[in-house]
């Protein structure tokens, strides 16, 4: 299949939802928010951001920088952020000249609470109109820019689920897309296999390079990154060690070369497979590939993580049928049936290809059906490190 | 005016000898990954309050202490009269113990987990017979008078900047509380960024108000026998002084607005003081204004702000809107 059926979105970009998305600048308008979406179809984010005048210009430039891809992610027909006074105005100028439909509610000029729910209601049933004018139309497969996560992993995640995901990953991106790989903490130990497959020496060493500075940061601050990871789960699911994690992780992004590695939240200007440096916090982790304009994500998971996203349907694809038949709520997929000589990898592969296409053609995820639209602000976390962690040349 | 001749305020007596201002059935998910079941579970019952927050996994050491810290207070707090932990199953901060050490400080709880029940269905229909139990064990909770005495209520830190005027009000409405008894804690200014976790600093506290202070570690709960005036540094921004301050056991937490919007916190009511000219905007929103020229009547109508609260629902907490923060030290992994 060469052709599904998305929204067509500006500047040539194509979203798989349609969703009007009410968006807090700041913590304290995210029961705003909420309050706002309560009884609308549109969906809403809270988060705990509160800008402090002794934030890093690094850390609200990166915040700023989450929070605009994901108000701009092609899943979003239309954006409502709230703000607390004026002064936090630019990213609705950003947002528009992104071409995204966006509008803005001001609570300290609406008059207050009342008011801002007032006019909030207003501005969000305009912004509803225009998205329920949109439909899908034909576009190429190779629109879809793929997510790869892994989360509650266990021993087998590196054996079924993950390199049945890579599998997905090689199909798409010979089909002309793009697939992420993150969670940098999780691919320490497998620096020196993924550097190997850089379509060039610069490519090799932004990989060494995000890997390091990670290790680094957590030697910063004093602690060992073996306190937060393989986490208490991963070890009780028969992981041993981050480098045995992370060799396993490694796998979700198959075989192909890799064109580019971006910062936290960075739209790829390559197609094809890209890494991105995140933590490999899940949440933190899934806004920033969706802030970069990943419209669709597929979730390995050994223990069993729930997890979703208020814009992007996530697969849930089990490495056991063990958690696949525990918690069949929440698993779209058993990569577990490879184990038991059922599927192969390669089938398997095929598998969750096509069900991510289905997906991105509206077909509702679990985690979709059972309401889940986690969402998480990720800190600035090199600070500890400059001038050593200057960005990404 | 004293005891005596107010309106006598009424509260919730706890099985460890505390007077809650809520009766509220507390549902905490001890990880983000748990928040949507134990969202969903709180929604199908009367008084029962979910909060929301976006930590408990993949925190280096000292930030997974601070969460577990703050979620036991919370846990354990006057105004909650049970507590139900929800949990993933793989997460830093593991939900059980975080429930036995919610149990184990004298609190009714519950506890579920997700990936034990078998997934997020199965998961919503255990938490909400373990709330539906919770409700019936502390049904009983005698309704008993609340003196001033019985109060702990936490002051955010914006009110020490303001022009002597308008920080008059507010220091004599302290001073009058701690008269009558009540314990104040103390939102202070952190010295480093971050401020410390695990302990009060070395130093002496600074003199406030000519009453002698003791240091409150941020987030910690102040012990049953503490009285009088406790000074606890705090992060910068106003939602995580009103965590830190609900986790310390204030049944009431005054908020100065002097920037950002009201907000509410989930298990203690905020009494909003809205700080002119900056909160004029928010004059419906707030309990009381607060001009540049303080009205003579102004810190009485602090006071009956504060027994109102006690007594009735908060304009935040009508609206539906509480918000949660916890402070964090260093960056996720």
């Not at chain 1, 073996?226 to 480098?243: D, F, Q, S, W």
């Not at chain 1, 992370?246 to 094809?272: D, F, H, M, N």
């Not at chain 1, 089938?347 to 991105?360: N, Q, T, V, W």
Request: hydrophobic fraction near 45%; include cysteine.
């Amino acid at each position: 299949m060469d052709e599904i059926l998305l929204y067509r979105r500006p500047a040539g970009r194509w979203g798989a939802r349609n969703h009007v998305l009410v968006m807090p600048l700041v913590a304290s308008a995210s029961g705003l928010a909420r309050a706002l979406a309560r009884g609308t179809d549109a969906t809403w984010v809270e988060h705990d951001y509160e800008p402090a005048p002794d934030d890093l210009p690094q850390n609200r430039e990166r915040i700023d920088r989450t929070f605009a891809g994901f108000a701009t992610n092609p899943n979003v027909a239309a954006v409502l952020w709230v703000a607390d006074a004026p002064g936090r105005a630019p990213l609705l100028a950003a947002s528009q000249r992104a071409g995204q439909r966006a509008d803005l509610v001001v609570v300290t000029e609406a008059g207050g609470i009342r008011g801002a729910l007032e006019q909030g209601r207003d501005r969000l049933r305009a912004l509803g109109a225009h998205a329920a004018g949109l439909h899908r139309e034909r576009a190429p497969v190779g629109a879809l820019m793929l997510g790869t996560e892994c989360g509650g992993s266990d021993a087998l995640s590196g054996i079924t689920a993950n390199p049945a995901l890579g599998e997905a990953s090689d199909l798409l991106v010979d089909a002309g897309g793009t697939a992420v790989l993150a969670e940098t903490t999780e691919l320490i130990g497998a620096e020196h296999l993924l550097a190997r497959r850089g379509v060039s020496k610069a490519v090799a060493d932004d990989v060494y390079r995000i890997i390091y500075r990670y290790e680094a940061v957590v030697r910063a601050h004093g602690e060992d990154i073996r306190g937060a990871n393989p986490a208490p789960g991963n070890i009780e699911g028969g992981l041993t060690t981050i480098e045995e994690k992370s060799l396993g992780a490694a796998k979700k992004g198959g075989t192909r070369p890799i064109r580019q590695v971006v910062e936290y939240a960075v739209r790829p200007t390559e197609r094809g497979l890209v890494i991105m440096d995140t933590p490999g916090n899940d949440i933190e982790q899934m806004v920033g590939m969706t802030a970069a304009g990943c419209q669709i994500a597929v979730f390995t998971t050994g223990r069993g993580t729930p997890t979703g996203s208020p814009i992007i349907p996530v697969l849930k694809v089990a490495t056991n049928s063990h958690t696949a038949t525990r918690m069949r709520d929440n698993i779209d997929l058993n990569a577990g049936l490879i184990l038991e000589g059922a599927e192969t990898l390669q089938s398997m592969g095929r598998r969750i290809y096509e069900a991510m296409l289905a997906a991105a053609q509206g077909a509702p995820t679990k985690a979709e059906r059972l309401g889940h639209r986690e969402f998480s602000v990720s800190r600035y976390p090199f600070a500890a490190l400059d001038p050593a962690a200057a960005p990404l040349g | 005016m004293p005891d005596a001749v107010r309106p006598e305020l009424r509260g919730r007596g706890r099985p460890g000898g505390t007077i809650g201002i809520r009766h509220h059935l507390l549902v905490i998910p001890s990880v983000l990954c748990a928040a949507q079941a134990a969202k969903v579970i709180a929604e199908g019952m009367a008084g029962a309050v979910a909060i929301e927050h976006q930590h408990g996994c993949s925190q280096l050491g000292g930030d997974a202490h601070l969460t577990e810290q703050i979620l036991t207070g919370l846990g354990i707090h006057p105004n909650v009269a049970g507590t139900l932990v929800v949990s993933l199953g793989c997460e830093t901060v593991q939900g059980l113990h975080l429930f036995h050490a919610i149990q184990g400080r004298g609190q009714r709880a519950e506890f579920v987990g997700i990936q034990q029940a078998g997934g997020t269905l199965a998961a919503i229909e255990a938490g909400r017979e373990a709330l539906a139990r919770l409700r019936t064990a502390t049904a009983a909770d005698p309704d008993l008078p609340m003196p001033r005495r019985a109060l702990r209520v936490g002051v955010e830190a914006a009110w020490l900047a303001l022009p002597a005027r308008q920080a008059a009000v507010f220091a004599r409405v302290i001073d009058r509380l701690l008269a009558d008894g009540a314990v104040v804690i103390q939102a202070v200014p952190a010295a480093e960024t971050p401020p410390a976790p695990h302990g009060p600093p070395d130093a002496p506290p600074p003199p406030l108000l000519g009453r002698p202070v003791s240091w409150a570690a941020y987030a910690a709960p102040i012990p049953a026998s503490g009285q009088g005036l406790f000074l606890m540094p705090a992060p910068r921004t106003r939602i995580a002084q009103k965590t830190g301050l609900a986790a310390a056991g204030a049944q009431v937490i005054v908020s100065p607005l002097v920037e950002g919007l009201p907000a509410g916190s989930p298990v203690a009511p905020v009494v909003h003081v809205g700080i002119a000219p900056y909160a004029r905007p928010f004059a419906h929103d707030v309990e009381v204004m607060l001009e540049m020229e303080p009205a003579p009547g102004a810190d009485a109508a602090l006071l009956e702000a504060l027994d109102a609260a006690c007594r009735d629902e908060t304009i935040t907490e009508a609206i539906g809107m509480f918000e949660m923060a916890i402070h964090r030290i260093g960056p996720t992994m």
